[in-house]
C-alpha cells in the first residue's frame, strides 16, 4: 500500500464548477500538507501548504486537512479553463527533509 | 529570478551511455533533490542533499550518482542508461535542513523538467 494515495482522475467539470480533489494517507507522522499545481510538460508549482488539521483558504481555492481521518482535500471554486492541470498533493513528517508525493490527478474544466 | 535551471531540456541515449542531468539554483537553498516522474507512479525521489557535501539516497536511487560540490549545484548522473530509466526528471530546492520547524523552508521549488529517452 502506498503511504499516500490519489486518483488519477481525469476529472472533468464544467466552467464554474467548484471541484473537490483528495488525498488519503497512511502515516501519522505527517504534518505539513502541500498541493501543487502541474501544467502539461512543465514542473510542479506550490499552491497551498498547511501544518496540521484544520482550513486554509487563498482566493478560489481551499486546502483542508483532517488528521483524524488522515484525508487532505483541495477545494477549488467557480473553475476556469485555466485550472486544468494535474494537481498533487504531497506531505512530510515534522523533522523530515523528503516529501511523499500522490500520484496526481488530472482535472480538465471545460468551457 | 532564475530559481531552478535545468538542462538539457529533451536527451536521447542509447542503452549503456553516460550523461549528466544539471540542476542550479540561484536561491541559495541548502536542501535540493532530484525526482522521477512515470506515469501512474507520481514523483518518486531518486536522491537528495541537504548541503553541500552531504548527499543521501532517496526512494529510487539505483543506476544513479550525485555529488554536491557547491550550494547552487547538484548534478544527476546516469552511468550506464537502461531503457528503465526513460522518464521525465525533475530537480528541486528548498531552504530546509533537517529538523526546521518553519514550513516556509520546507517548500520546494520546481525546475521545468528533462525528458529523457533511452532506446
Known amino acids: 500500500q502506498k503511504e499516500v494515495e490519489q486518483d488519477p482522475g481525469p476529472l472533468s467539470v464544467p466552467e464554474g464548477a467548484i471541484v473537490s480533489l483528495n488525498c488519503t494517507y497512511s502515516n501519522s507522522a505527517f504534518q505539513y500538507f502541500m498541493w501543487y499545481r502541474q501544467y502539461s510538460r512543465k514542473g510542479p508549482e506550490l499552491l497551498m501548504y498547511t501544518y496540521s488539521s484544520g482550513n486554509k483558504e487563498d482566493g478560489r481555492f481551499t486546502a483542508q486537512v483532517d488528521k483524524s481521518s488522515k484525508y487532505i482535500s483541495l477545494f477549488i471554486r467557480d473553475s476556469q479553463p485555466s485550472d486544468s492541470a494535474t494537481y498533487l498533493c504531497?506531505?512530510?513528517?515534522?523533522?523530515?527533509?523528503?516529501?511523499?508525493f500522490g500520484t496526481g490527478t488530472r482535472l480538465q474544466v471545460t468551457l | 529570478n532564475a530559481g531552478v535551471t535545468q538542462t538539457p531540456k529533451f536527451q536521447v541515449l542509447k542503452t549503456g551511455q553516460s550523461m549528466t542531468l544539471q540542476c542550479a539554483q540561484d536561491m541559495n537553498h541548502e536542501y535540493m533533490s532530484w525526482y522521477r516522474q512515470d506515469p501512474g507512479m507520481g514523483l518518486r525521489l531518486i536522491h537528495y542533499s541537504v548541503g553541500a557535501g552531504i548527499t543521501d539516497q532517496g526512494e529510487v536511487p539505483n543506476g544513479y550518482n550525485v555529488s554536491r560540490s557547491t550550494t547552487e549545484d547538484f548534478p544527476l548522473r546516469l552511468l550506464s542508461a537502461a531503457p528503465s530509466q526513460t522518464s521525465v526528471y525533475f530537480c528541486?530546492?528548498?531552504?530546509?535542513?533537517?529538523?526546521?520547524?518553519?514550513?516556509?523552508?520546507?517548500?520546494?521549488?520546481f525546475g521545468a523538467g528533462t525528458r529523457l529517452s533511452v532506446l
Open positions: 504531497a506531505m512530510k513528517a515534522g523533522t523530515a527533509s523528503k516529501l511523499t
Open positions: 528541486a530546492s528548498s531552504y530546509s535542513a533537517p529538523g526546521r520547524a518553519d514550513i516556509a523552508k520546507n517548500i520546494q521549488y
